[in-house]
């Protein structure tokens, strides 16, 4: 796993490994579909597997959220506003700032994922977004373990039944929301893109958009903390960056739907 920071350094990895830059192996991941009968999904799979799905997602992924900016916009006001609310209640004094920016995260990638309903629909179905954040963190953290242990004895951990039953319940709240947005075909989401073109089997699709719901607890909350953090720390920064899309964005109607920042 590498951190990169300079364009150059960029340059030099994609002329190392070309068009197929390979994954570290998350054997606990790896083993765990293999023994389901699930693919790699994007997560975990190289070659020319990765690249076409890889094609499949980033087109619409890109596509999906600029209809859905306004939504978005929405969640970000909602969110705000709870946060303010929160602090008020605690005498202005510290409070958590994780729980908040972890919701938004699942909230605004589920809402691209699975459509504007994704929030009233997850919790119709009887999960909330913390059981499933806190399953996928609780993951992480046992996935450490799992790395470290030799896959010939793998199975053996502790870990790896904890591993399997989390997995499972993540895999399984993933199929119960497609079903419950399986109809729609008038939603602008992921799910619905996927659906109609079914350019991805059935199993590709629990797969993919699991993985892409993870991820927004892990590495998309991760991200916006510390996006927030550096901008609390450099708050001219902030009119620079909105000057900078402005700039770029300016006859862009998506731009224009942001009539938070305008």
């Not at 068009?19 to 994007?42: A, C, I, N, S």
């Not at 010939?152 to 039953?165: L, S």
């Not at 709240?173 to 947005?181: S, W």
């Amino acid at each position: 796993m590498v951190f990169l920071f300079e364009a150059d350094d960029v340059e030099k990895l994609k002329a190392a490994e070309g068009r197929y830059p390979q994954h570290v192996d998350f054997k606990h991941l790896r083993r765990h579909r293999e023994d389901q009968g699930y693919p790699k999904g994007l997560l975990i799979s190289n070659d020319n597997e990765w690249l076409c799905q890889r094609r499949i997602l980033s087109n619409p992924m890109m596509l999906k959220i600029g209809h859905q900016i306004k939504h978005l916009e929405e969640i970000t006001l909602k969110t705000l506003t709870n946060a303010v609310e929160d602090y008020t209640v605690n005498g202005f004094g510290r409070f958590e700032v994780e729980p908040i920016t972890r919701d938004f995260a699942i909230n605004a990638f589920g809402s691209v994922l699975y459509g504007n309903s994704f929030e009233s629909t997850f919790t119709q179905n009887g999960k909330t977004m913390q059981e499933f954040a806190e399953k996928a963190k609780n993951n992480f953290d046992d996935a450490k373990k799992l790395l470290i242990t030799p896959e010939c004895i793998m199975k053996m951990h502790p870990a790896w039944k904890r591993h399997n039953n989390r997995w499972n319940f993540l895999l399984k709240t993933t199929m119960d929301m497609i079903e419950r947005h399986s109809n729609d075909t008038s939603d602008c989401s992921i799910l619905s893109h996927l659906l109609q073109n079914r350019k991805l089997n059935d199993k590709e699709i629990y797969i993919n958009l699991t993985d892409l719901l993870v991820a927004s607890i892990d590495t998309t909350n991760t991200t916006l903390q510390w996006c927030l953090y550096e901008l609390a720390c450099h708050p001219a920064a902030q009119n620079t960056i909105i000057s900078e899309a402005e700039m770029i964005l300016k006859d862009d109607q998506v731009w224009r739907r942001l009539t938070w920042i305008n």
